[in-house]
């Protein structure tokens, strides 16, 4: 398969405006669309954060329905050296890092939750090769 990318990713959340909140005003992701009662879509970087409420999506009859429960899980890439000042950002906007993780070969991650306890990391570029 010629895969390039994941083009988007998605977090199901109970509160447009408090992901508004979020993931616009504190981390600073533009919006590139809301529909108000169904979505609010940012972007980050390259790629779509998609937040969907799921008690709306999981009814959908044109798209294939779609929703999830519980934590999820994304983790943000950063360039290696904006690893630190993104830390700094982010801890002086007063979010709380729940954990820091040393992956070895110099490379470190940080862990924090969105309003809706969905666990977000920091990665720096090179993590993964």
Do not use: N
Request: with cysteine; hydrophobic share 35%; aromatic share 12%.
């Amino acid at each position: 398969m010629p895969y390039t990318r994941i083009k988007e990713t998605c977090l199901y959340i109970d509160d447009l405006d408090k992901a508004l909140v979020f993931y616009q005003g504190l981390l600073e992701m533009p919006v590139i669309s809301k529909v108000d009662g169904r979505h609010v879509f940012f972007r980050c970087g390259d790629s779509v954060l998609l937040c969907f409420l799921p008690e709306i999506t999981q009814k959908e009859t044109i798209l294939p329905p779609h929703y999830a429960r519980g934590k999820q899980h994304i983790a943000f890439e950063v360039k290696q050296d904006d690893y630190q000042p993104t830390l700094k950002r982010v801890t002086g906007k007063g979010i709380p890092i729940t954990h820091e993780q040393d992956w070895g070969s110099g490379r470190q991650s940080f862990y924090f939750e969105d309003p809706f306890g969905h666990v977000l990391e920091i990665v720096p570029e090179g993590i993964w090769e």
